[in-house]
Nanobody, 116 residues
């Protein structure tokens, strides 16, 4: 059974930082593109950042220069370092693992709230 366990969400003031972590279980981690999506209230889920099995990152334009995605294949974890947070970054952040054969898996989501 595949399970993606997320951690690191919370409440932060504008301009602050948070680090999200995701540990996928039940997959061959090195064979998956992994990353983060988010969903704000009343909006569709959108890509934030993903990183390929080879380590190539892709970012949404809205987070470029502020967020950094990384993966540790030895620890089987993916991280999202979020700096200079804005109120528009508020939402539920979901970890995602997408396999080469088309299988797609989601975490349960972690809340990120940026507010003063």
């Amino acid at each position: 059974q595949v399970q993606l366990v997320e951690s690191g969400g919370g409440l932060v003031q504008p301009g602050g930082s948070l680090r999200l972590s995701c540990a996928p279980f039940g997959i061959v981690f090195t064979m998956y593109t992994v990353g983060w999506y988010r969903q704000a209230p009343g909006k569709q889920r959108e890509l934030v950042a993903v990183i390929s099995s080879g380590g190539s990152p892709t970012y949404a334009d809205s987070v470029k220069g502020r967020f950094t995605i990384s993966r540790d294949n030895a620890k089987k974890q993916v991280y999202l370092q979020m700096n200079s947070l804005k109120s528009d970054d508020t939402g539920v952040y979901y970890c995602n693992a997408n396999g080469a054969f088309g299988d797609n898996h989601w975490g349960q989501g972690t809340q990120v709230t940026v507010s003063s």
